[in-house]
Structure formats: C-alpha cells, structure tokens
C-alpha cells in the first residue's frame, strides 16, 4: 500500500488508472476538470507495456460518453469525466447506455457544484443517476474518492450498467492523504458477444428495458449491504432519526458533540448513505419509531423527496424542503450552515472568544483579466451598437452570449451580454430573437463553445438565412478551465464555417486589439446592417494561455 497526498479530483483519476482504465474522455468544466488533467499527465507513467491509456478533451461531454461506449463495447474499461451541467449535454447517450448490456466497466465522474461557485445552475447529478436507473457512488472524503472509483468499474462489469460516482466541489478541491491499492491489469480486447445487447432497435430496447427494470432488485440488495450506507440503531435514541449523505456526513459530525449535549446526552439514531440506489429497508429500519427525521444532504433534496413516499405521514421530516438543513433551501452546506439547521448557536472562534471582530472585506467580483482580448472585442461590440442605436435601452437589438470567460463581459464596464443561458445558447437565442423581429441581434460565443454545441444552431441559422451576427471571440484555448487545448486550431475556423454553407462575403477574421477599435466597429456595424447572416471572428490568444505557452518554449529550449 502507498500513500499519497491528492485533491479529491485527483483520487478519482488515480481510483480510475488502478482500476485498469483503458480510456477517459471528457470536457473541461469546475470542479471536475483536474480529473481529466491528471489522467492525461499521468496515463503514460502508469502504463504496462503495450496497454497504453488514451486520455482525452474531447468536443463536448456527449462525444466523450460516446467514445466511452464504444471502448466498453469492445471489453476494455472506460471513464468520463465532466461537470454537472455536461451531464445535460451528454444525457441522451446517458439514458440510452444505461440500457446496453455494458461489458467494460463504464464510470460516469460527474462534479457537482453546489453554492453555484461557478456554474449556472446547482442541479443534483443523483437525480439523473435515479431517473437512468444507474447506481451512484458519492464518496465524503479523498480516501472514498479512490476506493469507490474502483469499486465502481467493477459494479459496471457485474451488473452491466454505467455507474455514476457523483463528486461535489469542496470534496474536488481539497486535498488528502490516501492509500492506494495495486494496480489492476487492463481487460483485454474482447467484443460484446451477444450483439443485439447493444442495438436500441425497439424491439430489443424493450427487452432490455424490461432487464434493466430486473437489475434493479440487485442492486438494491447492493446497496442494501453496501458499507457506505451504515445504520447506527445500537444504544441510540430513535424517535430522532438523522439522515446524512456524502459531505453532508462530515459537517454533521463535527457538530455531533455539541448537538448530542444539546440533546442531555442522547445521540440520535442515524443512516449515512453514500451508495445508491437508495437503501429502503435501511430508512424503513432508522424510522420505525422516529418522530422526527433531520436529512443532511449536499445538493438537491434527492433522498428527503423520496422519503415522503417511503415513510408515514406522522413523521415530521426536516431537510431542504423545509427549509431547515439549509434554511433557505438553497446553496452549499457547510458546518456552520448544518449546525444552523441542527438548532445549536453558532460556534464561538479564537477571535470572538477575545472579542476581535474583523472588519468586512471588500467584495472581489470576477473580471477579465487585464489586457484580455475580449475587453477589446466588447468595445467594439457596445460601439457598434451604440452607433447604430443610439436610443437609451436599445430596444432593438438582442445581445445574447454564452459560458465562458467572456461570460464576464455581462459586468462593468462593458455590461454588453442581455442572457447567457447554457454552452451553445448563444447562437439559437440570437437566431430566435432576430426572427421575432429585433433587428441588430448578436450571438457572443467562444471558439471552444461554439465548437461544444453553438455549430449546430448556426448550421439551422445557415439554412434559414437568419438577419443575425455570430460574433466568435476566438482566443485559441478554452481558457476559464485552466488553458485546455481547443478541439480545433484557428485557422481551422473559417474553412468550417464556409463548409457549412455562409456566404464568404459574410465572413469576417478581425484581430481584436484596442489599435483596431474604430476600423473593427466599422466593419461589425455593416455586418449588422446587412439583412443576413454574418459571422464575425474576433481573433487574439488569451494572455494566460500565452503565458503558458511562452513558459514551455522555454523550458523546452523552444523559445527566449
Ligand atoms: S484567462 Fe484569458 S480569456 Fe480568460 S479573462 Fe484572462 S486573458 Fe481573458
């Protein structure tokens, strides 16, 4: 056994390679991007001879589980690795794997991010792993991380399903000491043998419906004896009955002390799960004589939704649709929000034992960085349209952009973008907004977004001739993750662009530097005047990515 110390992502990603992963896939997204990052850096080193690992960004999170699919399909095991809001991008694979006949064991990492530190929404990945009728592992520390990653390959072999391992931020991000196992061999080669296993034809999507419906009384008897769901009942006090899950189990028990005082001395009853599908019989046990139940969960109220059908009307239950654990049923826990739903008063510290009160500190908002390209870029757009428009609140124009760095642009000083909704929404919205009749209507998107999922809305704006512009903010990276390599190089935009159909005349490669502002202006203005599409590319590297770049040509004697 070996220790290392490792971020939770990184556990993962390690859990992964000792399992015998043969191949990964994923797109850069927070929290769950070090998981990729690790793999791809340390694949090589980890290789037995001839078994090579392929670790791979791919062009969006349903590519990655569809390349994954087929590596399960010939045998061999496979990873993908994404934020939660890809799992919405890769769903249709998602629900549709779940009812092959999985022969590799097949791991869906999904990072969730709760509190919203950098996402646009706070969704719980558990609910798809029910709605897919997939089992889900959610570790609570670093250790889990590992151990359930390999455990969850082989789950996926022994009840030939994908099995989703649900992270969340704070568990990503942090960093711990863990041991690890041996490494496991790759599968070999080894092709699925009854075919039909993997063809959705109606006719045998509906058998292996009915299989996938029969797998579920197994791995409930799974989840049943899994030891991460543990049920203390022995010497405790069950008419209060807590149940906790993932981190929600470590914020509870550094309160436990004080809430068992609170209590004189009775220590609750409790349920902590971590493996799912939920354990039934296990809750029907916890609650037989509780009058209360406290549901301490990270995310969304997956298990205390259920619990309403499960138990008796008389118990009062608390969780996040009460508004107790957290009060107001959004957000992150944390100790002190969990202590807060407990009923205990907050925690006396060092500082306000000795009665010091640090001052507030300012607020830092998130901005673009210094020199950016795309602060440029959106003065030349907020010129444009100034100048076309001049009328306070420009009621005719529709400014839509996308999930990125240039998402920033939405504050001040450049306050351009009017929505950003979902990678790719750009250009559908500002496709939709110019036929409902606004005239001078742009799409924001990046060049790795657009690549994502905008392509195929400008391919519906192609045919339809859309009076729109595609401003594409290409800064050659996908730079809020970190400087991931995009799917496509620069000079590889245009050609695919014209291949789709747009009118050359319409295509416009502008450089995007403040020396330009007045030519750039000019140019987009006519753009925008013209009752067609265009597409603008704005093109400078991103300054952290030249950094990078800069850095390594150094180091590899490249460069000075
Ligand atoms: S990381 Fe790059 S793209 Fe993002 S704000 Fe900084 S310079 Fe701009």
Not at 187 to 204: F, H, I, V
Not at 216 to 242: I, M, Y
Not at 361 to 387: F, M, N
Not at 499 to 519: C, D, I, R, S, T
Request: one cysteine or more.
């Amino acid at each position: 056994m070996n220790e290392q110390a490792l971020l939770g992502d990184e556990a993962v990603a390690l859990g992964a390679i000792h399992a015998g992963l043969s191949a990964a896939y994923g797109y850069p997204g927070t929290p769950s991007t070090e998981i990729m990052e690790y793999l791809i850096d340390n694949a090589s080193k980890e290789d037995g001879a001839g078994n090579a690992i392929r670790a791979q960004w791919c062009t969006n999170e349903k590519t990655a589980l569809e390349a994954a699919l087929g590596v399960s399909f010939a045998g061999k095991r496979a990873m993908v690795t994404m934020k939660h809001v890809g799992l919405n991008v890769a769903a249709d694979p998602l629900m549709n794997g779940s009812l092959l006949g999985i022969k590799g064991g097949l791991v869906i990492a999904v990072a969730d991010d709760p509190g919203m530190h950098s996402s646009q929404n706070e969704q719980d990945s558990r609910f798809y792993a029910a709605f897919a009728f997939i089992p889900c592992l959610e570790p609570r520390n670093q250790q889990e991380a590992y151990t359930m990653t390999r455990e969850a390959f082989d789950l996926s072999e022994r009840f030939h399903v994908p099995v989703l391992l649900r992270m969340c931020t704070r568990l990503s991000h942090a960093r711990s000491q863990i041991q690890t196992e041996p490494k496991r061999n790759q599968n070999p080669l080894s092709k699925t043998e009854d075919k039909t296993q993997w063809m959705l034809l109606p006719a045998y999507a509906k058998r292996n419906y009915i299989s996938l419906i029969e797998k579920q009384t197994g791995l409930g008897e799974w989840s049943l004896a899994h030891p991460a769901n543990k049920l203390e009942l022995e010497a405790r006090d069950t008419f209060l009955a807590v149940i906790t899950s993932g981190l929600g189990g470590n914020y509870y028990e550094e309160n436990l002390e004080d809430f068992v005082k609170s209590r004189f001395g009775k220590v609750p009853a409790r349920l902590h799960i971590g493996a799912y599908p939920l354990p039934e019989d296990s809750i029907r046990r916890l609650c037989e004589k509780a009058e209360r139940v406290i549901v301490i969960e990270e995310g969304q109220p997956v298990i205390e939704e259920r619990l309403r059908g499960l138990l008796p009307q008389r118990i009062v239950i608390e969780g996040r649709l009460g508004g107790n654990v957290p009060v107001n049923r959004t957000g992150e826990l944390d100790p002190d929000v969990v202590r807060r739903g407990l009923g205990l008063p907050p925690r006396s510290n060092v500082l306000s034992a000795a009665g010091i009160t640090l001052p507030k500190l300012p607020g830092r908002p998130p901005q673009l960085c210094q020199g950016c390209p795309h602060a440029d870029s959106y003065e030349t757009i907020k010129k444009a349209v100034q100048d076309l428009d001049p009328a306070e609140g420009h009621p005719n124009t529709a400014l839509n952009a996308d999930i990125g760095c240039y998402a920033l642009g939405a504050l001040p000083p450049y306050s351009v973008p009017e929505s950003i909704v979902c990678m790719g929404a750009s250009v559908g919205m500002a496709r939709g907004a110019a036929e409902a009749g606004l005239k001078y209507v742009i799409g924001i998107i990046g060049d790795s977004t657009f690549l994502h999922s905008g392509i195929t809305a400008l391919i519906d704006a192609i045919v339809a001739d859309t009076p729109m512009t595609l401003v594409i903010l290409d800064n050659s990276i996908v730079a809020m993750t970190g400087c991931q390599q995009t799917m496509l190089a620069s000079d590889k935009l245009r050609p695919l662009i014209l291949g789709l159909g747009l009118n050359p005349e319409h295509l416009l490669e502008l450089e995007a530097k403040k020396p330009l502002l007045e030519e750039n202006t000019g140019k987009l203005k006519r753009e925008l005047e013209y009752r067609g599409l265009s597409v603008v590319i704005f093109k400078r590297e991103c300054l952290e990515a030249f950094r990078k770049r800069k850095k390594a040509e150094k180091e590899n004697g490249a460069g000075d």
